[in-house]
């Protein structure tokens, strides 16, 4: 990344800025009567040229102003963009809004969905938070009819399962209850590979139960992510960019298809701290469906416990100092939320 004058930074800023509000190309004359700057038209006009030839400016048209190239908004967001927080108001909104779902893991996720797209004007996605290691918390077994039986798992980090077991001979709910509660026993707290090495009683039923259990664990582990939750799809298609645009098409397969979410939820899941924001602009070269898009991220959770992660989706045309801020403020605010409702910390209540 070419380092610039500080006149350089603060036109590329106001450029960048003036075009995410306006969405039109910008001219070295409106940039000094908007923004009062204390230098010329002309002056303005030359740096203006030097940033398009390096590259972080582009002129849609031979009489038109500038807009930001990727390298600009990528300049903009890593030496423009400080680490501001979210305005004292906005926190207040955000939290006051979580105070009464704290408790409830199932309404987080559409909750924060729903407040991301709104903060942001712009497209939100979240993972519902996934164990970092399947650990067994409950069993319960419920005899439905004939040979048929009921079996939920509740897994360490709230992730529950159902299965409906065909046995080789009916069983009566007593006995389902007692095979329960013994495996219950055994088992609770503990990790697949500790579940594995338990010495099994010679009772058939726990037998199969028990390797039922360990199938279920291990195919929660191989699982990149909890459930995802989308929102405010419509937002971004408003957006004049994609507006009878072929971009339209990208942004709906992104939404359509989990296996990109996947790709983009593995690197934010794999890479930085809990709370550190990652931001991919223009797809980064890989990504074609992003390639007018750009995606802020981060990942919460407590590690070794459970994590998730959330983002936002917009074009890249995005209030990335408004954003920013608020993607970061929600991973510690659902970082928060785990360690107090997963690993019992009070320290968020």
């Known amino acids: 990344m070419i380092e610039l004058s500080e006149r350089q930074r603060i036109i590329l800023a106001l450029i960048v800025r003036d075009y995410i509000e306006t969405a039109q190309p910008v001219g070295s004359l409106r940039l000094v009567d908007d ?55 906005a926190r207040h909104t955000i939290t006051h809004q979580f105070y009464q779902a704290r408790r409830d893991v199932d309404e987080w996720m559409p909750l924060a969905a729903s407040i991301l797209a709104s903060q942001s004007k712009a497209a939100s996605l979240i993972t519902a938070p996934h164990a970092d290691r399947s650990g067994f918390k409950h069993l319960e ?19 529950v399962s159902q299965q409906l077991l065909t046995l080789a001979e009916p069983v009566v709910q007593e006995q389902l209850s007692t095979a329960a509660t013994r495996l219950n026993q055994v088992c609770a707290g503990k990790t697949i590979d500790e579940i594995a090495a338990l010495t099994p009683r010679p009772d058939v039923l726990e037998k199969d ?30 957006e004049p960019e994609f507006l009878e645009s072929d971009d339209v098409r990208r ?39 992003l390639k007018q898009c750009s995606v802020v991220m981060a990942r919460y959770g407590i590690p ?15 209030a990335y100092s408004r954003t920013i801020p608020t993607v970061r403020f929600m991973a510690d605010l659902l970082s928060g939320l785990v360690s107090e409702t997963m690993v019992g910390d009070d320290t968020y209540a």
């Open 35 to 89: 923004f009062k700057l204390e230098m010329s038209s002309a002056t303005v006009r030359n740096e203006m040229a030097v940033l398009t030839e390096l590259g972080y400016l582009r002129q849609p048209h031979t009489s038109a102003g500038r807009v930001p190239t990727e390298e600009g908004y990528r300049y903009f967001v890593a030496r423009v963009v400080y680490p501001a927080d979210l305005p004292e108001t």
């Open 209 to 238: 139960i028990l390797n039922l259990i360990l199938q279920d664990m291990n195919q929660g582990e191989q699982r990149v992510s909890g459930d995802i939750y989308l929102d405010g799809l419509t937002n971004v298609l408003s």
């Open 141 to 159: 077994l419920i005899s439905t009819q004939g040979r048929q039986v009921l079996m939920v798992l509740v897994l360490v980090g709230g992730e």
């Open 304 to 318: 070794g416990v459970a994590s998730g992660a959330l983002g936002v989706f917009g074009p890249m045309r995005m």
């Open 251 to 289: 942004a709906v397969r992104l939404f359509e298809e989990r296996s990109l979410l996947q790709e983009l939820l593995v690197r934010t899941m794999a890479n930085g701290h809990m709370g550190a924001v990652q931001v991919v602009i223009g797809g980064e070269g890989k990504w074609e469906e």
